[in-house]
């Protein structure tokens, strides 16, 4: 949504990503298909600190993809914090467990493989923060299925929800395009949550939980 100049500037006045995270990014744009799907250094920047501001005990995210916003959003867990990732693909398990395995939080993440309807079911405890970033067609479903599983005052972050400035164009009536366009009506409309969609990255909202 910015240029590529500006986004370079604002990483160089940003927090540094580790040394882990960065060996993750390259491999992934060298290896895996659409790495552009992969967080990146401003957004798990801002991953970590929101969760650094929380200080989750248990955190839930929707689409691991390479594992690099996993890493991000256990910096800031809570000591016996403990993260709860759901990825579909099960070629990626490889790489995400061996970046997990490196980190200093391997003990705190729970990779579970399948398809993330079915699996969230079988978590148990209520979280503190919610990242949904997986298929869009899901978006609505994964939001209803996790509303009640977030406390009062947590906060669920939602990606792509501005879709390559898709979300604007009347000719684009993509699956996609569509599903996004659908959360963000149905999301404007739920007078339970505090909403902020910000017109970073890919378009990243904000919900805060109020009741």
């Not at 996609?176 to 339970?192: G, H, M, P, S, V």
């Not at 902020?196 to 805060?208: E, Q």
């Amino acid at each position: 949504m910015i240029t590529k100049e500006l986004e370079e500037y604002a990483a160089t006045h940003s927090t540094a990503e580790s040394e882990l995270l960065n060996q993750l990014w390259r491999e992934t744009y060298l290896k895996v298909l659409s790495p552009g799907m992969l967080s990146g250094h401003l957004q798990g920047r801002l991953l970590s600190m929101l969760s650094h501001l929380l200080h989750p005990k248990q955190i839930l995210e929707i689409g691991t993809f390479t594992g690099y916003s996993a890493l991000c959003l256990a910096e800031g867990l809570a000591k016996d914090g403990v993260l709860h990732t759901i990825e579909s693909n099960p070629e990626l398990v490889e790489i995400i467990t061996r970046y997990f395995k490196a980190s200093t939080y391997n003990n705190k993440i729970k990779l579970h493989i399948g398809k993330a309807l079915e699996v969230i079911p079988n978590i148990e405890g209520i979280f503190d923060l919610v990242f949904i970033d997986a298929d869009k067609e899901n978006y609505i479903n994964y939001y209803d299925m996790v509303f009640n599983k977030v406390k009062p005052g947590g906060l669920i972050l939602v990606d792509n929800t501005l879709w390559h400035g898709n979300v604007l164009k009347k000719s684009d009536k993509g699956k996609e395009t569509t599903a996004i366009r659908a959360f963000n009506a149905y999301l404007k409309n739920d007078e339970r949550v505090e909403k902020v969609l910000m017109p970073f990255r890919d378009g990243l909202t904000m919900i805060y939980k109020s009741r």
